[in-house]
């Protein structure tokens, strides 16, 4: 079925831009599913539009959405065994619609995250407006700035930072590293990016069906006692969460099947192995997550009483961090793998320690599946937290694998600060914070002492912002030559990472001593005494906020407008950089014949593949 | 000749791809059946309920096994190069398919299973999902079953077939499950 891949001229592409006709049969599908909800049900006279029927719209929406945007001609028809009168576009046009080219694929899913990013972090700023002051100021009820702190997290996490890396800079990076021409499964991946804009769609407009409370984790008993708003949550993480599973099976048996002759398991570049640790845990963890969810719809709309108090309200909560605490090493292990991956290159020294790098991120996520229920210590009893709170303190020492090979590569190096090398050692300081802080929370006494307080909120901020969202823009930075051909200005690259550091930093240092100060967690109002201390953090965020956006308008800056690139600015050795920038749709002339490791700088350095002068493209694209 | 055996080994290959990559695709398939039986773990609900109909429930599973050995027949006549006969073995696996649901609707109207006692919301939300997963079988079955003759697939090029039978003997031996696991357990 993947060998159909038809291309066009752009001429004769669709004859309706591909999204528009993605919102027309989405608005299709969802008038005819909820039309047919309404009449085949059983309770005559209930409105047109109830909880269950758009419930059902929203499978007939997505339905139409993706066969909207090219589903049907890349998808639908080869299935039937019909070709297409009309296939992907090879110009501008290829990236608004759906594509099979991991490469186009991945530029999607990146302007997708950045999309999300900036949705959800304006979400972010709203929150901390409210928050500027003791009493109710930017929001009129409570509910809406819950609604607001679930809508945030919910963006942020499913849609991201498990995507951001994974989605998308794994889709362009991982096949040109390991010198494949494309993935295995094209097709698939092309629809899973476009369940994005699905997912984020629903869960952004999720509050116009009525607030809802639980935050990004979906708390029971909270749900079932919520406005309808809390269905389209449910819809919107199954799509969001889909998107992930289908870009992890791609990936992870791409990197199985389709490495180049000589890229063996020991020289996988390290950015490709935290993706492929990332891609087995996304694999088992993810449609755990989608089948609660989905009994927890299922005890909204029939009703049953699975979580409520004639249920196992706690049941929902071991369900859910079964998923949560993984989800946070999905996160960061890609971030992990990229402090390797960039250091080595920016200090043009050998890694130190390539296997103990690559044990760490195997054993982080090996035991990311036993720390769970330390986010349940109010809930348990002392003998029951021993275990997790054990686990949870071992993880630092995989953990601590990725620094050791981090500053043995520093060690005694002419390391370039350039912008990605600065936001990298910037990632770095940052995660170590998250991570002691984590450490202290392992521990029972302080970890219910500072339950539910901002010191929690500070930690996670830390781990996320602060480990992956840094090494995120610095692999934009990284790759940005690779990608465009063209060069940022590393005067400003370095002004904004330095800016981003500083804001980011006193936002959130500040937030754990709030945290400290007796500051809880999913309140928009708090005593007097603590109005100071959240100005602060207010106008850091804020700065944060205006520093990511300034990120953002530099890299298209450069995307378009910057000056050409050289083609190897950095002197990498991963096989991205033996092809033309940016690469053309087959990616190598000929398949790469790998010879050496991709770490190794100095004298021992050899060359890394036999066929140089075959693989290059000879048209330059 | 070189060129040509390079091709056949990367194509080899693909399929290696495409079938480990479908395998593993199954494999997390089953992850919700696990969530489902972990539920009704925490809510105590190991017990059968006296009103459930054991021949509706054993005849519906025994329609289930016999559509699974007839889509396993029509992977098997594709390996002979019999295009005809395994279109009509996925045809009648459509039937059969079609007739499972229609027994498992049947079953469902009765309303011999409270949806309101423990076992009833065990019982409702997983034979849901085994039955979404049916439904997603049929559509791929008729789906193949229509590309079938367009693609002409033969007894060298038969994936397509292969897939959608691994994918309905899945689904199947999760539909027999749910039949041990409420009927039996």
């Not at chain 1, 308008?553 to 033309?580: D, F, Q």
Request: hydrophobic share 50%; with cysteine.
């Amino acid at each position: 079925m993947a060998q159909n891949v038809v291309t066009t001229p752009s001429a004769r592409v669709h004859v309706m831009p591909p999204m528009l006709r993605g919102f027309l049969w989405a608005g299709i599908g969802f008038l005819v599913l909820n039309s047919i909800t309404a009449a085949i049900r059983p309770d005559v006279g209930h409105p047109f539009v109830t909880e269950v029927s758009i419930t059902i719209g929203w499978i007939g929406a997505v339905i139409g959405w993706l066969l909207g945007v090219g589903a049907y001609e890349g998808v639908v028809l080869p299935l039937f065994g019909v070709t297409p009168r009309v296939g992907e576009a090879t110009d501008w046009r290829r990236y608004w619609a759906f594509a099979t080219d991991h490469k186009v694929v991945g530029i999607q899913y990146m302007t997708s995250s950045a999309c999300s990013f900036i949705l959800a972090g304006g979400i972010a700023m709203a929150m901390r407006a409210e928050l500027a002051t003791p009493g109710m100021t930017f929001f009129s009820f409570s509910d809406q700035y819950l609604s607001a702190v679930g809508s945030h997290g919910t963006i942020m996490m499913f849609s991201v930072a498990t995507v951001a890396l994974v989605g998308g800079l794994g889709n362009y990076m991982v096949p040109l590293m390991i010198g494949a021409r494309s993935t295995i499964f094209p097709r698939l991946s092309g629809l899973g990016q476009w369940l994005i804009p699905a997912g984020v769609l629903t869960v952004a407009l999720s509050p116009l069906l009525g607030y809802w409370t639980t935050g990004w984790r979906g708390y029971e008993p909270l749900g079932s006692q919520d406005a309808s708003g809390i269905i389209f949550y449910y819809l919107g993480v199954a799509a969001l969460t889909m998107s992930s599973i289908i870009v992890s099976l791609n990936l992870v048996t791409t990197i199985v099947f389709n490495r180049a002759p000589g890229v063996t398991w020991a020289r996988l570049p390290l950015f490709v192995w935290g993706i492929t640790t990332v891609s087995i845990l996304n694999l088992i963890w993810l449609p755990e997550i989608q089948m609660t969810f989905i009994l927890e719809l299922l005890d909204r709309l029939v009703p049953l009483n699975l979580f409520n108090a004639s249920g196992q309200v706690l049941a929902q909560l071991e369900l859910f961090w079964l998923f949560g605490h993984p989800e946070v090493y999905i996160v960061v292990v890609p971030a992990f793998a990229l402090w390797n991956e960039i250091i080595p290159v920016m200090a043009q020294k050998s890694l130190f320690a390539r296997s103990w790098a690559v044990i760490g991120l195997i054993f982080v996520m090996m035991l990311s599946g036993l720390v769970w229920a330390h986010h349940m210590f109010t809930n348990m009893r002392n003998s029951e937290m021993f275990p997790f709170s054990f686990f949870t303190e071992m993880i630092s020492i995989p953990t601590g694998f990725a620094f050791m090979a981090a500053l043995g590569t520093l060690w005694k190096s002419r390391y370039r600060l350039t912008t990605p090398g600065l936001l990298i050692l910037m990632s770095i300081f940052n995660f170590l914070h998250g991570g002691i802080t984590g450490v202290f929370l392992a521990d029972p006494p302080i970890n219910l002492q500072v339950h539910d307080t901002m010191f929690v909120v500070a930690h996670f901020h830390y781990t996320i912002i602060g480990g992956m969202v840094f090494s995120w823009i610095a692999a934009t930075y990284y790759w940005l030559p690779k990608m465009t051909g063209r060069m940022y200005s590393e005067f400003w690259g370095k002004f904004l990472s330095i800016w981003i550091f500083l804001a980011f930093n006193t936002a959130f240092s500040t937030m754990f001593l709030a945290g400290l100060m007796g500051m809880n967690r999913w309140v928009p109002t708090y005593p007097p005494y603590l109005g100071p201390i959240n100005w602060v953090i207010t106008i850091a965020a804020w700065t944060l906020g205006v520093g990511f956006v300034l990120h953002g308008v530099h890299i298209v800056w450069a995307w378009r407008k910057g000056p050409k690139a050289p083609e190897n600015p950095w002197n990498g050795h991963t096989l991205e950089w033996l092809t033309s920038s940016p690469p053309p749709a087959h990616n190598f002339d000929a398949i790469p014949e790998v010879i050496d490791g991709f770490y190794t700088y100095g004298e021992k350095a050899g060359p890394i593949v036999a066929n140089l002068k075959e693989i290059r493209p000879h048209v330059e694209h | 000749m070189e060129q040509q055996a390079s091709t056949t080994m990367d194509q080899e290959r693909h399929l290696a791809a495409l079938r480990w990559g479908f395998r593993l695709f199954l494999g997390i398939e089953i992850i919700p059946f696990i969530v489902l039986f972990t539920l009704r773990y925490e809510l105590d609900a190991w017990y059968v309920a006296p009103t459930v109909n054991q021949w509706l429930g054993a005849a519906t599973a025994a329609v289930m096994l016999i559509s699974i050995f007839w889509v396993v027949s029509a992977l098997g006549a594709i390996r002979q190069n019999d295009l005809i006969k395994t279109q009509h073995r996925l045809k009648s696996t459509v039937g059969l398919g079609l007739a499972y649901m229609a027994l498992v609707i049947y079953e469902w109207s009765q309303r011999s299973i409270p949806v309101g006692t423990r076992y009833g919301e065990n019982y409702y939300t997983t034979l849901g999902v085994s039955a979404f997963y049916t439904l997603a079988g049929l559509f791929v079955l008729v789906a193949v079953a229509v590309r079938s003759g367009r693609a002409r697939l033969n007894a060298q090029n038969y994936w397509d077939i292969q897939a959608v039978t691994w994918y309905w003997v899945f689904q199947g031996l999760a539909a027999i499950a749910f039949y041990i696991y409420f009927y039996w357990i």
